[in-house]
């Protein structure tokens, strides 16, 4: 029986990272994957909709051409070709990771992994069986939809998120169930590819945990795009018939779609993997681990959306790198206070460290420096004027708390709030950073700036002449 140094379970961004990063420090790896290498994000996930998200922005760049004096005349879209993009795009990467394995002499077998007990795995694979034997076991099985049993999901006609990134064929209109971050990035790229959408969300608002500021500005490229939202409605049954899906709302309304999207969460892929067996604790269907990424059966690391923490993919794949150091003997601790976040609407929303809400519910005293798109040369320009910068920094010594960011290239702009905030940097000493000009990181520097009042392009006044607590 072949025995390794660090056997790895699911090959997606924090499996495939823990693999790659064990072999570079001299283990003997292998990686075990029931399904493709690059696990959901690579596959069903990150990377398909962000094809699709990309082609959707350039569709509205293209509509939006004649302000530029370009006349181009009505565009005309084609999804099957955006889909075979997609898939190509998926398939490049997916190749990539693989000869990324390969060159790091990770071995990788295809098949379902089950904890036959210490250090032992045993995997299946169209009815063959092998064995396997590990020093150190990393589990990074990841996270799959939430199928409501009261709905029925079909695959067909209801869908989740993994099949509708299969479709072939637009449909006319789509009911969105769920209005968090993957509802929202799904109805602002249908929407813009010509789909009635409709959002129903439980809760009283879209995208509970973001900056409402940002959301607003989320809220109205959906009212202007024709996206019906109805917030604070429950659905109470879902009805096939035909082609079309009968959705009977808790407001006594019934909306019909041609195809409706389930979108309420995901859960840890946790099942059948001989976890609760091998003694390992969990908690609501995911995997305790401690701050070293430690299970509590020695030898045995956990990692990624299986733990049940926050769900990204970059979250995987530094605590993949937090599970190899200790696997091999080190002692690194998991830090989560600078997590950047993105949320792919047009326009974006990046965050990262806290929001306005969680400093007045955790009682911070706290300053606000903002900054719009608006008043940024580059970002009129580029005709991007929508969104802005918000910081948060400490009242004492102005440390930097959180920000949030919505506009064009959020996704990008937010890497320099986390770096400023992973060293410890007030906002005072991010604004003193020359940035070029004319550039979109320029709005950083005066949102910073603008934390103590003296935003050189913003009608302000410095902070020790405005009132500012816990607020």
């Known amino acids: 029986m072949i025995e390794y140094d660090l056997a790895i379970i699911g090959a997606g961004p924090g499996g495939y990272v ?23 994000c690579l ?51 997916v190749g990539g990771v693989v000869q990324l ?47 409501p049993q009261a709905l029925p999901v079909d695959g067909k006609n209801v869908l989740t998120s993994d099949e509708i990134l299969a479709i072939k ?12 971050y993957i509802g929202c990035e799904f109805a602002g790229i249908f929407s813009t590819f010509g789909v ?62 041609e195809k409706v999207l389930i979108s309420i969460g995901r859960r840890p892929n946790s099942s059948d993997l001989g976890i609760e067996e091998a003694g390992i604790q969990m908690e609501n269907g995911a995997v305790v681990v401690d701050e070293r990424m430690r299970t509590a059966v020695d030898g045995v690391f956990a990692i990624g959306d299986l733990t049940g923490g926050v769900q990204l993919a970059h979250v995987a794949s530094y605590q993949a790198q937090i599970a190899v150091e200790n696997a091999l003997g080190g002692d690194a601790l998991a830090d989560y206070r600078v997590v950047p976040s993105i949320i792919f609407t047009a326009p974006e929303i990046a965050q990262v460290g806290l929001t306005e809400e969680q400093c007045r519910n955790q009682g911070q005293e706290f300053l606000t420096g903002r900054f719009a798109y608006l008043a940024s040369g580059k970002a009129l320009c580029d005709g991007e004027p929508r969104g802005m910068v918000k910081i948060l920094a400490d009242k ?20 320099e709030v986390a770096l400023a905030m992973q060293k410890n940097l007030t906002a005072h000493e991010l604004a003193e950073v020359i940035h070029a000009h004319p550039s979109l990181p320029e709005i950083i520097k005066e949102a910073a700036e603008d934390v103590s009042g003296f935003a050189v392009h913003k009608v302000s006044r410095p902070a020790a002449r405005r009132s500012s607590s816990v607020r």
């Open 18 to 40: 823990a693999a790659i990063r064990g072999a570079q420090k001299g283990a003997k790896v292998c990686l075990i994957e029931a399904r493709e290498v690059g696990g959901t």
């Open 43 to 93: 596959n069903r996930g990150c990377i398909p909709t962000k094809a699709l998200y990309s082609t959707a922005r350039l569709l509205q760049k293209i509509s939006g051409a004649s302000e530029h004096g370009i006349r181009v005349g009505e565009p005309v879209f084609d999804f099957g070709t955006a889909t075979r993009r997609k898939d190509e795009v998926v398939g490049k990467l």
């Open 101 to 147: 394995l390969k060159g790091s002499g990770v071995d990788v077998f295809t098949g379902r992994a089950f904890l036959e007990g210490p250090g032992r795995v045993r995997i299946r694979h169209q009815g063959v069986i092998g064995h396997l034997r590990a020093k150190n076991i990393i589990l990074a099985t990841g996270s799959v939809p939430v199928r």
């Open 169 to 180: 064929e637009l449909p006319k209109s789509l009911l969105i169930i769920g209005g968090g």
């Open 196 to 257: 009635d959408v409709t959002i129903v969300e439980q809760l009283p608002i879209l995208l509970g945990r973001s900056d409402r500021q940002a959301v607003r500005e989320v809220e109205k490229t959906f009212k202007a795009a024709g996206v019906k939202i109805h917030v604070d409605t429950a659905v109470e049954s879902i009805e096939v018939s035909g082609s079309e899906v009968r959705v009977k709302l808790s407001t006594g309304e019934t909306a019909v779609a």
């Open 396 to 415: 004492g010594e102005g440390r930097i708390l959180g920000a949030t960011i919505v506009g064009e290239e959020a996704s990008s702009l937010v890497a």
